[in-house]
């Protein structure tokens, strides 16, 4: 199973693997309190298409379909079928820093790995 959960959430046993998938930390949050197993800077968007999308909901489309394209490089695929595997274990649990809880990198990366499982 993959969550996405902000990181200005609690952490919760419940959450299972707590991977970070922001390139920058999350302002004011510490390393106690993201409770993470991993940061995975790598698979964010790239500075260029975060600055470009900059949160805007009429961007959404733009920024899904620059973003897969991002994902298609080898380095990406071999860190999705990594979620992917874990996922397959036990709970996942995709943390992002971002206020908007519909569009954001975080969404686009659970519906990539949720693929990859089948789901």
Not at 87 to 93: G, N, S
Request: hydrophobic share 40%.
């Amino acid at each position: 199973m993959v969550q996405i959960k902000r990181a200005y959430e609690a952490s919760s046993k419940a959450d299972g693997c707590r991977v970070l998938i922001d390139r920058l930390w999350p302002r004011g949050r510490s390393k106690a309190q993201l409770a993470l197993d991993d940061w995975m800077k790598e698979l964010a968007p790239s500075n260029e298409l975060r600055k470009k999308f900059s949160h805007d909901p009429k961007k959404w489309k733009f920024f899904v379909s620059n973003y897969r394209k991002e994902l298609r490089n080898p380095d990406a695929q071999k860190q999705i079928q990594f979620l992917a595997d874990v996922a397959a274990k036990k709970k996942l649990t995709l943390v992002y820093g971002a206020r908007d809880e519909e569009h954001n990198n975080a969404v686009v990366l659970k519906n990539l790995i949720e693929k990859e499982l089948g789901s």
